[in-house]
Nanobody, 124 residues
């Protein structure tokens, strides 16, 4: 059974930083694209960022470009999301996701498995 274990969420003030981590089970790290989606209260889940299996390409939603960085820690086999200059509108439940392929991961239909999520709260 696929497991995606997230950590690193918390509460910060606007302008602060957080780093989210995701530890996938099995050989997911070496096989599939990985990414992050988030869901704010009363809103649908939205794509945040993804990284291809090879790590050569990354993708971001426009609202986080220049502030968030997704990466792969090959030593720990974890996917990281470094979030800087956080804004109140970044508040939400952040889910680590596994893609259905080794490359494309930008829509909910591209997702094969979801983590349970880690809460990020940004206050103004």
């Amino acid at each position: 059974q696929v497991q995606l274990v997230e950590s690193g969420g918390g509460s910060v003030q606007a302008g602060g930083s957080l780093t989210l981590s995701c530890a996938p089970s099995g050989d997911i790290f070496n096989t599939y694209a990985m990414g992050w989606f988030r869901q704010a209260p009363g809103k649908e889940r939205e794509f945040v960022a993804s990284i291809t299996r090879s790590g050569a390409s990354t993708f971001y939603t426009d609202s986080v470009k220049g502030r968030f960085t997704i990466s792969k820690d090959y030593a720990k086999k974890m996917v990281l999301l470094q979030m800087n200059s956080l804004k109140p509108e970044d508040t939400g439940l952040y889910h680590c996701v596994q893609g259905r392929t080794n490359a494309i991961l930008q829509r909910t239909t591209d997702v094969a498995s979801w983590g349970q999520g880690t809460q990020v709260t940004v206050s103004s």
